[in-house]
């Protein structure tokens, strides 16, 4: 077999499960392998340093279908960096707007939280559900 690795010595290399990899072949993220005499996955080496890539980009935000399209580029022979930008420009806006609204629910339930340190029980409203947040 030489310096080709079957999918359980790719899954160890790189931390991610066979089913991960099974997957990220089956959504093109992975070139599909050759096959063994046995019909087992033959990898090449190279598959290690594009899970490697895959995880870094996950861990960066990017989603496995972005990461598809920057992955994509480069298999033409193109350098990504263009798209990766608008793709990252794109998930910094969206961070953005979910640490705004994060923000936001955050003064809520501190304003909530404010309210029941003053509140007695008895003192609630018997109509209200829950004094301190309506």
Known sequence: ???????????????VSTKTLRYYEREGLLHEPARTSGGYRDYR???IERVGFIKQAQTAGLTLRQIGQVLAIRDDGHAPCHHVAEVVDRRLDDVEQHLAALRQTRAQLREVRSRLDELEPVDC????????IT
């Open 1 to 15: 077999m030489g310096d080709r690795m079957l999918i359980g010595e790719v899954a160890d290399a790189t931390g």
């Open 45 to 47: 080496p190279e598959v």
């Open 125 to 132: 409203d018997p109509g209200a559900i829950c004094s301190a």
